[in-house]
């Protein structure tokens, strides 16, 4: 079983950058799938990126394409979203999730969850 707490929330600025970060406890945190998603007041929770758990593959929304990137250390069994060239769009709670033998956008697949991290992006 996993455990997954978020930070690295705050406001920023349009333009702006931040790095969100996510813990994980259990001693098995390195064979899972790790994701990002994100949810907009009134709106579904979406995916944004996730990465296998060798880091060998990641997978990102159109959305975070060439802004976001996603990393993971085994190690420090600690997952990262790091986010540039923010946008107000980008405004959300982000959640980190945890998937056993499956990387992409299917949050259904995601068997664990952290509460969220708020992200405001000021334009």
């Known amino acids: 079983q996993v455990q997954l707490v978020e930070s690295g929330g705050g406001l920023v600025q349009a333009g702006g950058s931040l790095r969100l970060s996510c813990a994980a406890s259990g001693r098995t945190f390195r064979t899972y799938t790790m994701g990002w998603f994100r949810q907009a007041p009134g709106k579904e929770r979406d995916f944004v990126a996730a990465?296998?758990?060798?880091?060998?593959?990641?997978y990102y929304a159109d959305s975070a394409k060439g802004r976001f990137t996603i990393s993971r250390d085994n190690a420090k069994n600690t997952l990262y979203l790091q986010m540039n060239s923010l946008k107000a769009e980008d405004t959300a709670v982000y959640y980190c999730a945890a998937a056993q033998e499956y990387i992409g956008a299917n949050r259904n697949a995601y068997n664990y969850w952290g509460p969220g991290t708020q992200v405001t992006v000021s334009s």
């Open positions: 990465i296998r758990w060798g880091a060998d593959s990641t």
